[in-house]
């Protein structure tokens, strides 16, 4: 070879770029397994507020032919605060 340094300067360049692509693959690897777990919590979270709005519905429901003023009340506790501007 006609230059030692610069064969030795090209495979340090392609050394540090393949442990480069050895970290960034491990870093996207990490990161779509993250992204997954964070996808079914967050399914699993909206399925129990869907049920939790449902069954408040239905209470609703109930309570507009039952009349209870103690349901009425826990009812108005559990609405949605409006934000006054």
Known sequence: MKS???TTVLNFILAMLVILGVVFALLSITRTREFRQL????TLANN???RAQGLANDTAAFNASAKNPELARILQS????TVAH
């Open 4 to 6: 030692d340094t610069t």
């Open 39 to 42: 996808t079914t919590n967050a």
């Open 48 to 50: 129990a507020l869907m």
């Open 78 to 81: 559990i609405q949605p605060k």
